[in-house]
């Protein structure tokens, strides 16, 4: 997907018939740095940026810290040489998952037909609701107001004939804004638009298309289609040239799930401590099992990221007998797997867990493995997890932790 740059050419308003536009784009603005503002009220004007202190790259930046030209992904080390008076917050993903559970809630509440793609962002097929609610510009300011309303934080709404567009469209009319392109000035829009903003457009796509004097949509759409194949291949050509009319067949398919849930985490400094390095496995396995009790879901695969000061990165996995959701029996699978990662002596900078192949405890038939069923002790891990659960539901997250000790130099669950 392109991310859509805006154009000084684009206008705010193309009309006001909204016929035939029942598609929206819902997209968060700054979506982490908007939920840290939002416990954060004092900080609201001010740069601030989502990320580790020194290490790890921006997770998010406010528009404030955008103006200095720090940008998501970018390294922390960067971003704070672009922006040395940003405030720097760590980032709480329990907090970002809570506040997208509940703002993807409220669209359910609109229409079944809701189509998430990301944490902050989704389309939406109004067609059905707007004789109980009101025609799309109605339903996307109600959206954005709520959403404001119970969570502190900002939407910005693009509505148009389809997903394509109405992505573009949030795209212009951000931040904090509501952009409708009728159906009729669809091509008109898009003709002002560079051609890095079409899905499909990457850098190297951009960088072919520029050598044949191809540099906007309009450009691209009066091209002809045999020597657009012939200068990024049959299927993008064709797939490009009919993005640029405006042809976007594709319906909003709801009940997107997430495949795996997953937590990682770079060490402040480099790590080779192994004690260290399994502690932090335990935390990162807690807070994926909680994650997964939260949406009520459990993992067949876990599996683990490792990386080493010199940025080698190594993945490895394991299928389990049954699937889990206990933080015990995934930390005790992933700190064997990051013991079995030959590092070549180097450190440790980047740790990671993750629960893979999920699938819904509702309903699904619980197989004990042999161990289990031996164990007296089945099903209070789980239990004992559950309760710490309620605790952190009450006091915070922070306010009890998994517990280990070590006995003759060895790490112990």
Known sequence: ????????????????????????????????????????????????????????????????????????????????????????????????????????????????????????????????????????????????????????????????????????????????????????????????????????????????????????????????????????????????HDLSWGRDPRPVVPEHREHSIGAETTFGTDQDDTVAVSRRVLELSDRVAARMRHQGVMARTVSVKVRSSDFATFTRSRTLDGPTDVAREIYLVARELVAGVDLGGLPVRLVGVRGENLQQRDGSVQQPTLEESVDPRSGAQREAELALDAVREKFGKTAIDLGVHHKNGTHRY
């Open 1 to 240: 997907m392109s991310k859509g740059p805006r154009s000084a050419a684009a206008r705010r308003h193309w009309g006001s018939d909204e016929s035939g536009c029942s598609v929206l784009h819902l997209d968060m603005d700054a979506f982490f740095a908007s939920c840290e503002l939002a416990r954060r009220p004092e900080l609201r004007g001010l740069p601030v940026i989502v990320g580790g202190q020194d290490r790890g790259v921006v997770l998010a930046a406010t528009y404030e810290a955008r103006a200095y030209g720090v940008r998501s992904a970018m390294p922390m080390t960067r971003a704070r040489l672009l922006c040395p008076q940003a405030t720097v917050i760590p980032p709480d993903q329990t907090l970002y998952h809570d506040v997208s559970r509940s703002v993807m809630g409220l669209l359910q509440e609109v229409t079944p037909l809701v189509e998430q793609i990301s944490v902050d962002e989704a389309f939406l097929d109004v067609s059905g609701a707007r004789r109980r609610l009101g025609p799309p510009t109605v339903i996307g300011a109600e959206l954005r107001r709520r959403i404001e309303a119970e969570h502190g934080v900002t939407a910005s709404v693009g509505i148009a004939r389809n997903k394509f567009v109405a992505k573009l469209a949030s795209t212009h009319s951000k931040p904090d804004g509501l952009m409708l392109v009728p159906a009729s000035a669809t091509v008109d829009f898009l003709h002002t638009l560079p051609v890095g903003a079409l899905w499909g457009v990457g850098e190297k796509t951009e960088k072919a298309l520029a050598a044949w004097g191809i540099t906007t949509v309009q450009e691209l759409a009066h091209t002809d289609l045999a020597s657009l194949q012939t200068a990024v291949g049959r299927v993008s050509g064709a797939h490009l």
